[in-house]
């Protein structure tokens, strides 16, 4: 959550000119980018384990669910009006709500889930040759099939987390949380004291993350907004 807000602070100096970079193409950002969203999809992997095991209830699932796909839309509507041309249709809040559903329903697979993750994300970088193999493939670049991720160009938006690859890393989470919950129980914090300074906030700012998310970037904007008006 810090290294995102780090990241999107410099995207927003940017915005506004106070620096220039290239948040799209420049390798120290992209990479950057990439392990963040990573780390998001991992530990939502990570976090459905400890659900499954603690026994959550198909109700309480929908009702988290509604909240990220609200949240997924209120994304969109926000970005629309930030970036007409390349609004959010399908970012990491959406790629979450639709992965939350495949994972729940897979949770009980097993090992399988190693060898399914390494397919989903080697499909990322087999779709392009197939898609030059076989001209037909080319509908899977159509906005309306391109959140699949099974693509050979990206589309123009603002974020993009398409099933391929993310799903394959959030299976990756969940099969490192049910290992661990079986084995390792301890390094989720079964055993800890109760969290104090820094750690403290650090377990509130997980426990709120979905509000966070929603309210850091209007926050950054805001104040870089304010403070260049005062200044100008």
Not at 39 to 50: D, I, K, N, P, R
Not at 199 to 210: K, M, T, Y
Request: glycine share 10%; with cysteine; charged share 10%.
């Amino acid at each position: 959550m810090v290294w995102m807000t780090a990241y999107h602070f410099c995207f927003d100096l940017d915005h506004f000119g106070l620096i220039q970079q290239d948040f799209y193409r420049d390798p120290f950002w992209t990479w950057q980018r990439t392990t963040i969203v990573s780390l998001f999809l991992f530990t939502a992997g990570l976090s459905q384990a400890v659900a499954v095991h603690q026994g959550q209830t198909w109700p309480r699932f929908w009702k988290r669910w509604a909240q990220v796909a609200g949240a997924a839309l209120l994304v969109t509507a926000g970005s629309l009006m930030m970036f007409p041309n390349s609004f959010i249709y399908f970012g990491v809040l959406h790629g979450i709500a639709v992965m939350l559903i495949v994972v729940r329903l897979t949770a009980g697979w097993g090992v399988w889930l190693w060898p399914l993750g390494a397919l989903a994300i080697g499909a990322k970088f087999a779709a392009p040759l197939a898609i030059a193999a076989v001209p037909a493939l080319e509908v899977l670049n159509s906005p309306a099939l391109n959140w699949l991720g099974l693509i050979s160009r990206l589309p123009r938006t603002e974020d993009y987390v398409p099933l391929v690859p993310w799903l394959g890393v959030m299976w990756w989470g969940l099969a490192a949380g049910r290992w661990a919950m079986h084995h390792r129980p301890h390094w989720l914090g079964k055993a800890d004291a109760p969290a104090t300074g820094l750690f403290r906030a650090g377990v509130v700012l997980g426990r709120w993350s979905l509000s966070y998310y929603l309210l850091h970037q209007p926050v950054l904007l805001g104040l870089i907004g304010a403070v260049l008006w005062l200044v100008r």
